[in-house]
Each structure stands twice: as C-alpha cells, then as structure tokens.
C-alpha cells in the first residue's frame, strides 16, 4: 500500500466547490469517478480543503492509498484521460502513510484577480471580477498589511502571512498567504478592501474595523469567480 | 444618418464563426440581435471578415448606419446590457458614410496560440491548441518568413507582411500580418510550421513546399481554438 499525493488545476465555474454534496456537481465527484475509472475501485480521496462554489484553483492537493504499480507520471496520465477539461491532474508523487492533505498542510495562497477595464472582456467574465471603479493600488497595498496576523477578523479565525495587492495592466491580483483561511476569508477580505478604495471604510479605519470582530462593518463577499487557491504549501 | 464603426472583442468557442447561417448560431446573429434591441430595429450589420466556427476575436470590426442620436460611450454600453458574456463591444467611433469594413481595412494581424505544457491546463482549453512536443521556436521563427510576400500559398492567395514565431512560459504565439488571409489560411501556415517543427518537412525544404501550391505536402489545418483575429487595420 502506497499513499499518492496529487496535485490538480481547476476551472471551477461549473462546479459547487470541491466537497462531495448531495444534488450538485463537486469536483471531488468528478475526481472519485476518474480515479474509479483508472483503479478500478471506489478509493477515498481527502482534499486539502474545501473550496467555495465557482472558486477556481491553480494548485489543489489531495491523497489516495493505492497498491496499484504504476508510475506517477502513469497516474496523472491516465486521470487526465478520464477527467472533464476542466480538472487536470498536473502532479503526483508518494508520500508517508502518516500524511494528510489538510493537517499536513503549512500555508496556502489565495490569489483573487479583478479586472480594471471599462468595457466587459468575454475573455475574463468567467476568471475575474470585473470591477469599474479607479483603483488606487499603492493604497491598497499599504491597507492590506492589516490584515496580517489578525486571529478573528469579522468572526472568523485567521492567521496571515503575507497580503499584497498589485497591478499588472487591467488586471490588479490580491494574495493572500496564511494558514487559516475559513469560510468566505479571502472574499470577505478583498470586499473590504474595495470599501477602502471607494472611500467607504476611511483611511486609517481599517485596524479599527478589523478589531472590531464587526462582520456588518466590513466590506461585500467579493464574488466568487476572481478567486484561486493558488498554492499549497507542505 | 451617421455610420457607426464599433470594435468587439468575442469568445468563439460557442459560435460558427461571425457570418449569419441557417441552423448555427453565429456571432453576427447575437450581435444584431442586440442592435435591434438597443436601436430598436433591424439593422444591416457589416462585418470586417468572416471568421471559422470556434476562433476567437480580440479585436472584430463592423459598421451600421443609425439616426439615433446616442454618444459613442452610449452604444458600446448599451450594447453590452444586450450582448450575451462571451462578446463584448469595446469602442464605436462615426465614420464617413462611404467606408466599409472590409474594403476599407489596410491589414489585419491574427495571433495563434499553442499550449506547449506536459500536462492539459483546464483555463487554456478552450483557448490554445495543446501540442506536447518540444518546440524549438527560434527555429520556427526564421522558417515562418518563408511565408512573407507568399501570393498563392496551397492554393490560396495571400499576401503577408509579417510572420513571427515568439515563446512566453509555455505559451508558444504565431502572429500573421498581412491584408489576404483567406479560408483556413492561418490554421494552415501554423500546421506546416509544427510539420517543419516535427521534422516531417526538412529544414530548407518549406521554400519549395510553399512554391509547389500543392496543399497536400503542406501540414495539418491547426484546430480553432488556438485562433484569434487580433488587429484590423484602417
């Protein structure tokens, strides 16, 4: 018995997040149905996390225990044959049988991508959210720090690294690294960040809303189609 | 009257190509399904050029002719309430009541795009052809001259300005200048340089290729997908 790490991609706009759930399409279902194609049984697989309906990921991780021989090369092959388009196994490799994609996991970046341009862009409606207003990008990255090392930002526990905002072009890209991102954080984060920009939250408010555990006095749920876990850390 | 030319930007993946067809949808339809909302009838609608079922567009030409008094700002927006997601209008300016789309367009420029990843990208799907062998672009891009100032090229005619071959990560981009790209031509010029890149066509040989006209010795038609017209030139 071997336990395989494996790491995949996804385009997540048709998907309800990853976790299995009964009457919606997840890509965990998807993921346990190539993989019973391709071991010809029912195996377990244990994600990295949960994922929010829409939200895309670069980098996702996840373990199975197989006694099949076959390559890691072989395994990611052979599920990207029985994969949709938009899931693709990019990486695989053994780990310990004592590891977990969750508990084993050190950190995780979240990026979340907003398109500055005027007019709507066919090209990034389904990978961005598109957003009019003048960014001011310095400010907001001056902003972000913020929310670095914050424990219980509006109810949610948290501990961040990292948080940067920049622009390339239309394109501005928040990250956010950490290791305790809970339900809807990094939107929740990004929302309140747009309050900054739109003059909303004012400036030198911000460490005084985030200590104020206040959900209501934070930003929108920024929506979810701009969000990408985008790497796992282990 | 006034003549209006308004620039689009359309996804191609869900079309049959721009021109209006009996049982396909094509983008011509949407988009005059659209104008007839905003200018509340049935305009004629000119294309720049028409475009294979599935290529994309970053930049798409057309005229009407309108009497409604509306501010150039105005009909992009409005138009883009009526659009469908995957096209988009970008800019509309007034031009005399004698140009046309396609006379009128000194040359246009078309990109294509080629996935040169190991391993499927579930966000590049829809928008590059996937080609898993190694490609050496350098090499490309010296043999893809052989195809500027080519007048009748597999049988088609066409004249060509430029032609370059570039590498960015692994994203391979063809771009094509010139002002007679007929049927497939592009899809063509690219599928005969992965021929050359193969080495299915001899270094030195594609000079001669092009000069027999015989489409059989040139390569395979690259799929649409990989497709875009990215300039219209006035």
């Known amino acids: 018995m071997k336990r395989l790490l494996i790491t995949i991609k996804y385009d997540g706009t048709a998907y309800h997040g990853w976790q299995v759930q009964q009457n919606a399409l997840s890509v965990q279902e998807e993921f346990q149905n190539a993989v019973e194609q391709v071991f ?14 829409g939200v895309h990921a670069n980098m996702y991780c996840l373990t199975l225990d197989t006694d099949m021989n076959i390559t890691d090369d072989g395994v990611v092959l052979a599920l990207n044959t029985k994969l949709p388009p938009d899931i693709s196994a990019v990486e695989c490799r053994e780990v310990p049988l004592d590891f977990h994609p969750r508990y084993n996991c050190v950190s995780k970046e979240y ?3 907003i398109y500055n341009g005027k007019f709507r862009d066919p090209f990034l409606e389904k990978y961005t959210f598109h957003y009019r207003y003048p960014v001011d990008v ?7 720090k913020h929310f670095i090392g914050t424990h219980d930002f509006a109810g949610f526990c948290s501990v961040n690294s990292e948080a940067e905002v920049k622009r390339e072009g239309d394109i501005i ?6 290791d305790g991102f809970l339900y809807n954080m990094v939107r929740i984060m990004v929302g309140t960040l747009l309050f900054v920009n739109e003059g909303k939250i004012k400036e030198g408010e911000l460490a005084e809303v985030i200590a104020s555990k206040d959900r209501k006095r934070a930003g929108r749920t920024a929506p ?4 990408y876990l985008n790497k796992v850390n282990y």
Do not use: I, M
Not at 43 to 52: A, E, I, P
Not at 138 to 144: I, K, M, S
């Open 224 to 227: 979810p189609q701009g969000l």
């Open 138 to 144: 310095d400010y907001l990255d001056r902003e972000a």
């Open 40 to 53: 010809l049984k029912r195996l377990d697989v244990k994600g990295c996390s949960r994922t929010d309906s």
């Open 173 to 178: 890209t928040f990250t956010f690294e950490g």
């Open 111 to 113: 990026v979340y991508k």
